[in-house]
Structure formats: C-alpha cells, structure tokens
C-alpha cells in the first residue's frame, strides 16, 4: 500500500542555518503531497502542497518540489528561525479516490537561538 | 471562522469506561477522519466517512465506533477503555477533489487510568 518515510529527529539548528527534511514515498499513480507543521499542544496545519510532478510549493520561506522519478517531496529552508520550531510531517493523498491521506512519522525540528 | 472543532480537550477516563469524543465541521466537507497521535509518533487513521451515513475503518479501529448522521458531525465512541487508548485523537475533514487540502481540528488529549 502507500506509505511514506521521512527522516527521523529531532533535528537541531542553530537559527539563520539551512533546513532540509527528507521525505520520500511509495505510492501508485500521481497522488498529491504535503507538508504539515504542528506546533507544540496544537493540531497540525497545512504548511505547503505540491498536485503534480515537477510542482514546487512554497510558504513562510519553506519549499518543496514534488519529485516522481525520485519518489520524493524534501523539505527546505534557507535560514530557519526559533519560531519554526516544530514536528513536520510529510503526506500523501492518494490519486485512487478512496481520499485516504497517509502520513510520516514527523520530524521534530529544533531550533536554537 | 471555526473550522473543525473537537471537544472536550483533555480527559481522564477510568478504565472500562465510555465516552464520546465530539467533532463538528462548518465547511460543509464531505470527508471526515478520526486520528490517534500516540507520544512521539505518526498519525493512524481510526475510521473516515465519505458522506453523512457512510462510515469505513481505517488502519486501527478496534475498541471504537463511528457515526456519522450529519455532514457536519462526526462523533467518535470509546466504548471499554484501555490504557491502550491513550493518545491524542485528531479530528479533520477535506473536500471532494483530488490534491485538496485536509483540516485538522486542535485535538483531544485523552488518558486512560
């Protein structure tokens, strides 16, 4: 089945250091994918998505480009920042219409000031 | 502008007891889905609805029962509690469409004593 892998944490950056967090999947046909950030005691929210191969979403100074011939839909930033700590989760949604969304298992990101 | 609202927040149940763990959404989505988040780990999916009356279990639904008489409810029923089932339950929802965006509600923080 679809499933997604997604590097594990915690993650520990000083603040104003690059971001990446690695997110690859296994999934049939085109599904689409995200990027979710939780914040502590909080639900998780939409940080960016990308429909398509090739597709890159961006938000808040995070970016993704949906990669189908490496299966993969890594996370970056260029200079990260107190406030973007957080666990991130990578996502899919499948393209068969069952509209199940399979997650990873987040990544703790902290970051140091 | 509500969104997804779960309730109650927190709970301390006694094993062996029930409760009903409440969801509403005011966006008028079709699809509905149950989470559990344990410590440090992925979301698995309970149950999901795809429409009021239709009801399907997800990856981990044993010792739970769905609902779902209305588009915008979803309640979730803990019957005989086991400390297994302490966790965080999300509640969320997303519209009919391929690549669209899930919404998440803040959580429910449940333990099982």
């Known amino acids: 089945g679809d499933s997604v892998t997604q590097m594990e944490g915690p993650v520990t950056l000083s603040e104003e250091a690059f971001l990446t967090i690695n997110c690859t999947y296994t999934?049939?046909?085109?599904?689409?994918l995200f990027w979710y950030v939780q914040y502590p005691g909080e639900g998780l929210q939409l940080l960016l998505k990308a429909t398509k191969a090739d597709d890159k979403g961006s938000n808040k100074g995070f970016e993704a480009t949906y990669r189908k011939e490496t299966t993969s839909f890594h996370l970056e930033k260029g200079s990260v920042q107190v406030s973007d700590s957080a666990v991130y989760f990578c996502?899919?949604?499948?393209?068969?219409?069952?509209?199940?969304?399979?997650f990873g298992t987040g990544t703790r990101l902290k970051v140091l000031a | 502008n509500a969104g997804v609202t779960q309730t109650p927040k927190f709970r301390i149940l006694k094993i062996g007891q029930s409760m009903t763990l409440q969801c509403t959404q005011d966006?008028?989505?079709?699809?509905m889905y149950w989470y559990r988040q344990d410590p440090g780990m992925g979301l698995k999916l309970i149950y999901y609805?795809?429409?009021?009356?239709?009801?399907d279990k997800g990856e981990v639904p044993n010792g739970y029962n769905v609902s779902r008489s209305t588009t915008e409810d979803f309640p979730l029923r803990l019957e005989l509690a086991a400390p297994s089932q302490t966790s965080v339950y999300f509640c969320a929802s997303t519209d009919t469409g391929y690549g669209n965006t899930i919404y998440f509600g803040e959580g429910s923080w449940l333990t099982v004593v």
């Open positions: 999934a049939t046909g085109y599904p689409s």
């Open positions: 996502a899919l949604s499948d393209a068969s219409g069952t509209y199940k969304y399979i």
């Open positions: 966006m008028n989505h079709n699809y």
């Open positions: 609805s795809v429409g009021a009356g239709i009801t």
